[in-house]
């Protein structure tokens, strides 16, 4: 069975590639999203959509340094050291080669590593979220959860709205973290979206997360 798993998602994360890599998914979004876990700085992962964008709508696979810069806030010699770090990295790849009608050669940002970075990381963060937490550590660690995929510390109004949803709406722990999750996959990880969700659970008497699921999938179904 083990293997059979271990097969599968190879499948899923091969799948994710391809899609990626045909323009067929939405690659800056799961690079926003998940730059930060993938250890990129804000410069590198900006710098990233933006070779993706000159390669796929201006046709540009060379940009130099000046012409990156002029679109960020970035100076040449800070994008020069965060082309340096991709490349170190294995997020970039340069390319030589020669046009197969003229005869000249060129040089290309390769971003394949990239697709698969990304896929990977796909792949693996869809297997944690499957794996069951048990409700005494979701408890104790509700907060920590929050700023783990909000990359940073709460803010105290932030705390106050999460203890707020515990205490006077009296929803559960394991709920308020599905709809953190729902939030995550929305590509939407702010307060007001989750207690949008939180909200409409309410009133469609969803108390579980079972219940929550079911829900989805009827709301899935009519769209």
Request: charged content about 30%; overall charge negative; proline content about 4%.
């Amino acid at each position: 069975m083990k293997g059979t798993r271990s097969s599968s998602s190879k499948a899923y994360e091969e799948g994710m590639r391809a899609g990626l890599q045909a323009g067929r998914l939405d690659v800056p979004a799961l690079l926003i999203t998940g730059y930060r876990e993938l250890g990129l700085t804000d410069t590198e992962a900006m710098l990233l959509v933006h070779l993706l964008y000159y390669s796929e709508k201006e046709q540009n696979d060379f940009p130099t340094p000046d012409e990156l810069g002029q679109r960020m806030s970035a100076g040449p010699e800070e994008v020069i050291g965060a082309l340096s770090q991709l490349l170190k990295t294995g997020y970039l790849r340069i390319e030589e080669g020669t046009h197969s009608v003229t005869g000249v050669r060129f040089e290309r940002y390769c971003l394949d590593a990239l697709y698969g970075k990304l896929a990977s990381w796909w792949t693996e963060k869809g297997k944690a979220e499957e794996q069951p937490v048990s409700k005494p550590d979701v408890g104790k660690n509700l907060f920590s959860i929050f700023e783990k995929e909000f990359a940073r510390p709460l803010t105290p109004m932030e705390l106050e709205t999460i203890s707020g949803w515990l205490d006077q709406d009296g929803f559960q722990d394991d709920l308020i973290l599905a709809a953190l999750k729902e939030a995550v996959f929305a590509g939407k990880v702010h307060f007001r979206y989750i207690d949008r969700i939180l909200l409409e659970w309410q009133r469609n008497r969803i108390l579980t997360v079972e219940q929550a699921k079911e829900h989805r999938q009827k709301f899935r179904g009519r769209s």
